[in-house]
């Protein structure tokens, strides 16, 4: 096995520990093990990808069935991607200045 180091901002650092826990990981490492094997497996098995998209719109599809489903209005998600876009422009800008 061989060891890779990553870094990451903070703000993704929180989001990663969040996901372990909802995900039922030890800690962040065993999550993004988990994660990167997926996504080697997807990307090298014939039509991984195609079968794991086509999973992932189902299952969006049945969630929007469900009972007390909640939608999000298309303005409302691209004024926090816009958000969320200067932010990240933002920081950048400070670590390069």
């Not at 962040?28 to 999973?55: C, H, N």
């Not at 992932?56 to 909640?70: I, K, N, Y």
């Amino acid at each position: 096995m061989i060891s890779i180091e990553v870094e990451i901002d903070d703000e993704t650092a929180g989001a990663l520990d969040e996901l372990a826990r909802e995900k039922g990981h030890a800690d962040r490492p065993s999550l993004l093990l988990q994660m990167i094997a997926a996504f080697v497996q997807r990307e090298t098995e014939p039509k991984g990808y195609d079968a794991w998209f086509r999973d992932e719109v189902e299952s969006a599809l049945r969630e929007m069935d469900e009972p007390g489903a909640e939608f999000v209005a298309h303005e409302d998600v691209m004024s926090e991607a816009r958000e969320r876009l200067e932010s990240r422009l933002s920081q950048a800008g400070k670590r390069a200045g």
